[in-house]
């Protein structure tokens, strides 16, 4: 079944307030998950940035290994939570609090670390994902924040290249994994 | 590895096949349409949507009939090879018991049949799968593939001189030429049909399925005539006929020959220069079993 991909990160209106909305404390590493995650991170990248072994067509080269490069753009933690309607209190709808939006402050608190959440449901239906008025939150009720919208029907060839005949394609080219990872649907 | 699980919905290296999954990765090398009328045959094509990766298009108001495909997707074609690679699959058995087993429309002259002849002389052109499940190369020598592969030189004795004088020259004319496909799609329109077209469908590895009545040709594949670059100037073009009728022997017939003109077919516009073309007639009810070029 496809799955709706939906991201209910609350982010910062780009008009409205941009001052830090949680605070300090909350945000910096006296929140446990924070501190939790820190440590997390300074493992992960000393794994990433420490020499791995030289290949044996290294050694004979006499070369040395290269690090891998990190970049301040690219998450190095990805969290997915499939079927994430389960974490909705759909069904007791008088309930304004539920595990999404428990779990929607403790990542908001994390914001600034290089983390990046994926939601996946099957579930045609989302409100407490997508609607504001269902928020818990009064920051995004009133818009000083507001959710992503969800990525729905995500059609097929949407992160294909376009094809240009003037430049060189080539067999070995369209034949390659990364080719055709890229036409029909995203897995 | 993984697409083979999704497509699967199964352990990726299972050996074992049920017969949905075997349906499921035909699917993804030529066009099966559901036929379905009963609810049986309903819950099958459901099944397909719901756990082997086949797109529902449109369900009808009533929730009583859907129309599904299984789109265009390179990446689970070659999934579908690296299944339909090992052993326990049998191809030609899966196919029959398929069409006797699920309610899928069978084909007017025998195209699926020709469809899934080309598809298994391709696999076996680029080779096994490896243990990444790719192959050597996903592209291969069109030479290879039509003598060798699509006509055995082993089979050399049921083609008569002419044919196999006619093969060697076809391997001397085109030397370096160059083919990719793993999949065939069908179209719906008759006039789509065009060079350029057919040239970007080589980009995603699919051949073409021609519509319904199309006159003179049922399917179409396309190769490069020398080396790897995709340009239409480097274009050549295979074009298929088949007819499931005994009215149709096994001694070739130039006018069905000559009837599979790209001119005419509208392939190429009037003012284009000609290209390399290939037209072989499929008489699959000829009494005499031959092969003739």
Same mark, same amino acid.
């Given at each position: 079944?496809? =799955?709706?991909?939906? &991201? ?5 209106d ?8 949680l605070p ?17 991170? #300074?493992? !992960? *990248? ?6 791995s /072994?030289p290949?044996?067509s290294?050694?004979?080269k006499? #070369? ?6 990190l ?11 499939? #079927?994430?309607?389960? !974490?909705?209190?759909?069904?007791? *709808?008088?309930?304004n609090? +539920?595990?999404?939006?428990a ?16 939601f996946l +449901? ?6 407490q994902? &997508? ?7 009064? /920051? ?5 924040? =507001? ?13 294909? *290249? =376009?094809? +240009?005949?003037?430049?060189?394609? &080539?067999?070995?080219?369209? &034949?390659h994994?990364s ?7 995203? !897995? | 590895m993984?697409?083979v @699980? ?8 299972t ?10 990765c035909l ?13 049986i ?5 459901m ?7 086949r797109?529902?298009?449109?369900v009808?108001?009533n929730?009583?009939? %859907?129309?599904?495909?299984s ?12 299944? %339909? ?13 398929i069409?006797?087993?699920?309610a899928i429309?069978? @084909? ?21 799968? @490896? ?11 069109f030479?290879?593939f039509?003598?060798?592969n ?5 089979t050399?004795l ?12 076809? %391997?001397?004319?085109?030397p370096?030429a ?5 999949h ?17 469908? %080589?980009?995603?590895?699919a ?5 319904n009545?199309?006159a ?7 190769f ?16 298929y006929q ?6 149709y ?10 009837s599979m ?9 009037a ?10 007639f ?12």
């Amino acid at each position: 079944m496809n =799955k709706i991909l939906l &991201t209910p990160f609350p982010q910062k209106d780009v008009i409205g307030d941009t001052s830090p909305i949680l605070p300090k404390d909350i945000g910096g590493y006296d929140f446990p998950p924070a501190s939790s995650f820190h440590k997390l991170l #300074e493992s !992960l *990248k000393a794994r990433i940035e420490r020499p791995s /072994k030289p290949s044996p067509s290294q050694v004979k080269k006499k #070369e040395k290994p290269q690090a891998p490069q990190l970049s301040s753009k690219v998450p190095i933690v990805v969290l997915v939570f499939d #079927e994430a309607h389960t !974490l909705t209190n759909q069904e007791q *709808k008088d309930e304004n609090w +539920s595990n999404l939006s428990a779990l929607q402050r403790a990542l908001h608190a994390l914001s600034h670390f290089p983390m990046f959440s994926l939601f996946l +449901s099957t579930r045609a239906k989302m409100p407490q994902f &997508t609607s504001a008025s269902d928020d818990a939150s009064s /920051k995004i009720t009133v818009g000083a924040l =507001k959710l992503s919208e969800p990525f729905t029907d995500l059609g097929f060839d949407t992160l294909a *290249k =376009k094809v +240009s005949f003037n430049s060189c394609w &080539t067999l070995g080219f369209v &034949t390659h994994d990364s080719h055709i990872v890229h036409l029909g649907r995203p !897995l | 590895m993984f697409a083979v @699980g999704k497509l699967l919905n199964d352990d990726p290296n299972t050996q074992e096949f049920t017969e949905h999954q075997k349906l499921a990765c035909l699917s993804q090398r030529f066009p099966i349409q559901f036929n379905s009328t009963t609810y049986i045959s309903h819950a099958s094509e459901m099944k397909q949507v719901e756990e082997h990766l086949r797109v529902c298009l449109k369900v009808d108001a009533n929730l009583q009939s %859907m129309e599904t495909v299984s789109p265009s997707e390179p990446l689970l074609s070659e999934a579908a090879y690296v299944v %339909m690679a090992r052993k326990s699959f049998q191809p030609l058995t899966t196919f029959k018991s398929i069409l006797e087993g699920f309610a899928i429309h069978q @084909g007017d002259r025998g195209e699926f049949l020709v469809l899934l002849l080309l598809t298994l002389a391709r696999d076996q052109t680029v080779g096994c799968p @490896g243990k990444n499940g790719h192959p050597k190369h996903r592209f291969f020598s069109f030479p290879s593939f039509v003598y060798g592969n699509l006509f055995k030189a082993s089979t050399s004795l049921l083609l008569t001189q002419s044919t196999v004088s006619a093969l060697k020259m076809l %391997m001397q004319d085109f030397p370096n030429a160059t083919m990719h496909f793993n999949h065939f799609i069908k179209l719906h329109g008759f006039s789509s049909v065009n060079k350029k077209l057919l040239l970007l469908l %080589m980009t995603r590895g699919a051949g073409v399925l021609c519509a319904n009545s199309q006159a003179s040709i049922d399917a179409i594949n396309v190769f490069l005539i020398s080396g790897t670059e995709l340009q239409t100037d480097n274009l050549g073009v295979v074009l298929y006929q088949i007819k499931n009728n005994a009215d149709y022997k096994d001694l070739p017939e130039p006018r069905l020959f000559d009837s599979m003109d790209p001119y005419d077919l509208k392939i190429l516009e009037a003012g284009d220069k000609p290209i390399s073309l290939i037209r072989i007639f499929f008489a699959l009810a000829s009494h005499c079993w031959q092969q003739a070029i």
